[in-house]
Every structure is written in structure tokens, then in C-alpha cells.
T-cell receptor, first 114, second 116 residues
């Protein structure tokens, strides 16, 4: 049973526009969420995180929104740049439950076209 | 400031053999987690080491074992390799603050293991 789901395997966006990547989770014990970016032949790079006590966190062009009632989070990238083209992974952990392991989705491949 | 490093980069082994992968955490980090990433999937948690002990384990058989050294570096050992063990093995490091709260995990480039 997949606890973290990224239902869109791929997304294509024009440079300068907004990219919205979505993630759903099923485990109500998850209280910390992270987004990672991965280029081919490299390990995942941490992008941004959000605690369940917040509903929004911003860092430059990246904003993560959390809707706890819907068990849904999204990553917004504005404006999108060609260098943002990569696979994006959503991850979650149940930190207050004593579990610090990260549970990942399958990833969404973002392509930003010049 | 060195990030997370892993060795080797690539490895080819035969079924039934044993393999050891190595990881050095980011400077200042004391916790190491290992993940397996199969093709087209997200990383899957294998186990986590802190203070030289395995503190948490995912759904992996006992063929997967590990070790953490006093300098916080870590090894992942896999015995009796199966074809299905072919994957990218990722090491992630983080800093433990208190007993529960570990901040964001930073990943190394991974070791690509191919079992033939």
C-alpha cells in the first residue's frame, strides 16, 4: 500500500510559467513533509519542507502548500526555469510518532521548455 | 564543506555474492540512513544508524545489514545477492537533535549496483 502518491508521472511547462506538482498521502501520522529534486546520476537534493503545524512555506521561487484535511500537498515553482527540469519527489515522515524514516512517492518528471 | 559521499559509484556482482557499500556523512551530521531506489520508483527506506546502532529498519530481509563507525561513516552489506537487489543505493545523513527530532536528510550520489 503506497502511503505517499504522486499521481502525475510527468509534467511539461513553459519557461516563466508556474509549475504545480501534487502529492497525496494516506497515513494521518505523517507530520513532516519534504520535496526533493533529482537529476540523472545524482542523489536527491533537498528543496523545501513543511511541518504539519503550518499550511504554507516559501523559499524563493519554491512554495509548498499543505492541506491536512485533504491529506494533500503541492509544490509551486514560480517562475519555472529550464534548469528546474528534473524528477521531483515528495516525502513524508511521522516524526512525533518516533519514526524519522522518509516515505517517498514515485516522483514526477518536470520538463520546463524554453 | 564536504557533502555526503558514497563509494563505489558503480558495482557489478553475481547472484549469491556479497557486497559492501560505503558512506561518509555530511560534515557535522551524526545520523546515516540507507535507501534503495529501484528503476521508476521512489527511494525505499532500508535502515537508519545513530550512535553506532541501528535505530530503525524498513521492510528489508536480514540479508541487508549495516554498521556505523565512531566517525559516523557507515557501511551497507548485502549477502546472497539476488537479481532483484539491482538498484541505486542511496545514503542520506542528518543531524539528531534530542531523541526524536531529526532535520532534513541530505543524500549522496548513490551507488549503482547491478546483479547478474
Amino acid at each position: 500500500d503506497q502511503q505517499v502518491k504522486q499521481n502525475s508521472p510527468s509534467l511539461s511547462v513553459q519557461e516563466g510559467r508556474i509549475s504545480i506538482l501534487n502529492c497525496d498521502y494516506t497515513n494521518s501520522m505523517f507530520d513532516y513533509f519534504l520535496w526533493y529534486k533529482k537529476y540523472p546520476a545524482e542523489g536527491p537534493t533537498f528543496l523545501i519542507s513543511i511541518s504539519s503545524i503550518k499550511d504554507k512555506n516559501e523559499d524563493g521561487r519554491f512554495t509548498v502548500f499543505l492541506n491536512k484535511s485533504a491529506k494533500h500537498l503541492s509544490l509551486h515553482i514560480v517562475p519555472s526555469q529550464p534548469g528546474d527540469s528534473a524528477v521531483y519527489f515528495c516525502a513524508a515522515s511521522a516524526r512525533q510518532g518516533g519514526s524519522e524514516k522518509l516515505v517517498f512517492g514515485k516522483g514526477t518528471k518536470l520538463t520546463v521548455n524554453p | 564543506d564536504a557533502g555526503v559521499t558514497q563509494s563505489p559509484t558503480h558495482l557489478i556482482k553475481t547472484r549469491g555474492q556479497q557486497v559492501t557499500l560505503r558512506c561518509s556523512p555530511k560534515s557535522g551530521h551524526d545520523t546515516v540512513s540507507w535507501y534503495q531506489q529501484a528503476l521508476g520508483q521512489g527511494p525505499q527506506f532500508i535502515f537508519q544508524y545513530y550512535e553506532e546502532e541501528e535505530r530503525q529498519r524498513g521492510n528489508f530481509p536480514d540479508r541487508f545489514s549495516g554498521h556505523q563507525f565512531p566517525n559516523y561513516s557507515s557501511e551497507l552489506n548485502v549477502n546472497a545477492l539476488l537479481l532483484g537487489d539491482s538498484a541505486l543505493y542511496l545514503c542520506a545523513s542528518s543531524l539528531a537533535l534530542g531523541t526524536l527530532h531529526i532535520y532534513e536528510q541530505y543524500f549522496g550520489p548513490g551507488t549503482r549496483l547491478t546483479v547478474t
